[in-house]
């Protein structure tokens, strides 16, 4: 209709051959055009219908053979359309290489934030273990110190009848009376209970103190005790008895 360049009309040409969506909705618009033109047309005046047909009996006919060649000239792709083409090809092929760009990317990203947590994870793991492995290190440091110390003198208490595979060591200095215990692998207390040290003097308990409820892999220091025959644990109320609980007797050992 005249509206349009002929850049944007070469354009349009090579967009309608190659995307059938634009090809079909131009027709449906030339479709339109055409049915809208039918309704409204109007005659043309008899004396122009006659003046066209004097008009083409006067020109002369040309030869179909020579007029050929430009009208297939017409209908082969321009440049324009051959430089669009490859437009809209190197855009597609940008357009699949970014979405796979992209897609690699949220892969990547996700697989690294997985691979951060996991080694967040282990290091926390080994940083417990190797905080266990200092506490246990250092525990058998100070046992090795006072094996040492000819001044300890060492006794081990073993499980009762009700509990024959346990067993704990008592340290006693007999120059300074001062007493260390390790409890070995008796388990851990129950919630509301304590093991309870007992030193025997001359038959009668007498108390050497609570061990502390989380600390059973550590050697502790006790009460003093001066004079002894023997040592003994029991498995008391949190806070500890004035008086052994017999049935509650784990482990014991004569000096």
């Known amino acids: 209709m005249g509206l349009a360049t002929e850049e944007e009309v070469s354009i349009l040409e090579c967009v309608r051959k190659n995307n059938l969506e634009v090809e079909q909705a131009i027709l449906e618009a ?57 437009r809209l090809v190197t855009f597609r092929n940008l357009t699949v290489a970014a979405s796979l760009l992209c897609a690699l990317s949220v892969g990547t990203a996700i697989y690294l934030h997985q691979e951060n947590k996991r080694r967040d994870t282990l290091i926390s793991e080994l940083a417990a273990t190797n905080e266990t492995n200092l506490l246990v290190l250092q525990s058998l440091q100070n046992k090795w110190k006072l094996l040492q110390d000819p001044a300890i003198k060492t006794i081990t208490l073993t499980g009762v009848e009700q509990h024959p595979n ?10 300074t009376t001062d007493v260390y215990l390790s409890m070995e692998n008796l388990p851990v207390a129950p919630e509301g209970m304590q093991y309870q040290l007992w030193a025997i003097v001359d038959g009668t308990p007498v108390d050497a103190g609570v061990f502390p409820l989380d600390k059973l892999d550590e050697i502790k220091t006790m009460h003093r005790i001066a004079t002894a025959q023997a040592f003994a644990i029991t498995l008391e109320k949190e806070g500890g008895n004035p008086t052994p609980t017999l049935s509650q007797l784990y482990v014991m050992g004569n000096i």
Do not use: C, G, M
């Open 166 to 175: 346990l067993k704990a060591h008592v340290f006693w200095n007999i120059n």
């Open 30 to 86: 030339q479709k339109t055009l055409e049915d809208f033109a039918s309704v409204h047309a109007i005659p043309p005046p008899t004396e122009i219908k006659d003046l066209i047909w004097s008009k083409i009996a006067q020109e002369p006919v040309t030869d179909i053979s020579e007029a050929t060649p430009s009208i297939l000239a017409d209908n082969r792709p321009t440049i324009e359309d051959t430089s669009f083409s490859k």
